[in-house]
């Protein structure tokens, strides 16, 4: 199984809402990223987890806040978003952070912030 | 700067024809290169995985090759059909930063 999950499909929420994204993978993946992708733009990496620790973030405003609460499991958490942050979040996962690692993504969440 | 490009960024072929994407990258010091096809809005498929130890790797109808030394990678696709009608992206892992950096995307459409 190369499969992994994201929840909610579609989201819509005012800049004054905090609402979260969930990413999940039961592929055994000790490495999880989340990826930002705005229309015709290829995806942008936000923030790599390695071991259920956070080691890269991309410079990523606070508005958005990730957790990896286990292995399987990798939330963004958002609070305070702008009109700009309206776009398809992606959450990708791979063996561990090796450089040689294939990374499998999943469908996505599509945000808008109205 | 390491950048990946993709040309051209949209292409039209009829159904049958057997096709090539390009990929070029600035840095040949390269740990993988992969493909990918993402339907609109859409998740990103993985297609192929080529090591920079490798020369081509194959899935079906699907062959990619890569070149190191003139910082190039073709995905060819043969005998095309209208479900391969997507956006194929290639994303190279550098040397460095090892973060995966993609290329802008070919947008295929094959006609029936």
């Known amino acids: 199984d190369t499969e992994v999950t994201q929840t909610p499909k579609h989201l819509v929420m005012g800049m004054t809402n905090k609402k979260s994204l969930k990413c999940e993978q039961h592929m055994g993946h000790r490495a999880m990223y989340w990826y930002k992708q705005k229309a015709k733009k290829p995806p942008e990496l936000m923030f790599v987890y390695s071991y259920e620790k956070l080691s890269i973030n991309e410079s990523v405003p606070s508005r958005f806040s990730p957790e990896c609460p286990n292995s399987s499991l990798l939330n963004l958490h958002l609070h305070a978003l702008q009109p700009e942050d309206s776009a398809l979040y992606l959450c990708a996962s791979s063996q561990d952070r090796g450089q040689m690692n294939e990374q499998y993504f999943g469908p996505g969440t599509r945000l808008t912030v109205t | 700067k390491q950048e990946v490009t993709q040309i051209p960024a949209a292409l039209s072929v009829p159904e049958g024809e057997n096709l090539v994407l390009n990929c070029s990258f600035t840095d040949s010091a390269i740990y993988n290169l992969q493909w990918f096809r993402q339907d609109p809005g859409k998740g990103l498929t993985s297609l192929l995985l080529i090591q920079s130890s490798q020369r081509e790797q194959t899935s079906g109808r699907l062959n990619a090759s890569l070149d190191k030394s003139s910082g190039r990678s073709t995905l060819y696709i043969a005998a095309s059909q209208p479900g391969d009608s997507a956006t194929y992206l290639c994303?190279?892992?550098?040397f460095g930063t090892g973060k995966l950096i993609f290329g802008q995307g070919t947008t295929l459409q094959v006609k029936p």
């Open positions: 994303a190279v892992r550098f």
